[in-house]
């Protein structure tokens, strides 16, 4: 996300360096690659939210809920099969529900600069070339 927001605020500024048209495909650009950071982070969360977390059981250091596809969600009574480190279980769902929900927000923010971004490189050279006076 890092990268998008740094990318969207430089153009937004910079007003004398780059011409328009250069600045729209630097912002469709940025946009691109916060699609693609959006989705590795959700993609991974989720993958993750479905293993569960690593921790340690009777039997030793284990992924103790890997074969259960994501039961062990619903399934609280189990989640006292971690002993170390105390409640990693909560710790990890909490954790990976906020980055698949700030994925789903990026996900969504990139795609509507995305689309301005598209827009405005599409329609400016056409439809702004007049330019309008207050003075009648």
């Known amino acids: 996300m890092l990268i998008p927001a740094v990318a969207f605020i430089t153009l937004g500024k910079c ?6 048209s250069l600045m729209m ?5 940025a946009a691109i690659v916060g ?16 293993q ?6 009777s039997y030793g250091w284990s992924y103790p809920f890997a074969d259960q596809r994501g039961r062990y969600l619903l399934q609280p009574e189990n989640w006292s099969w971690c002993l170390q480190p105390i409640n ?3 710790w990890n769902v909490t954790l990976l529900c906020v980055l698949l929900g700030l994925a789903v927000l990026e996900f ?4 509507l600069q995305l689309g301005n971004g598209l827009v405005n490189a599409i329609c400016r050279p056409c439809c702004y070339k007049q330019e309008y006076s207050l003075n009648a």
């Open 88 to 90: 990693i279980v909560e």
């Open 52 to 57: 569960g977390p690593h921790c340690f059981t």
């Open 15 to 20: 007003s004398c360096c780059w011409n328009e």
């Open 35 to 50: 699609l693609l950071g959006s989705g590795y982070c959700f993609v991974i969360s989720g993958l993750a939210l479905v």
């Open 25 to 29: 495909c630097g912002s469709v650009l």
């Open 108 to 111: 969504i923010i990139c795609l």
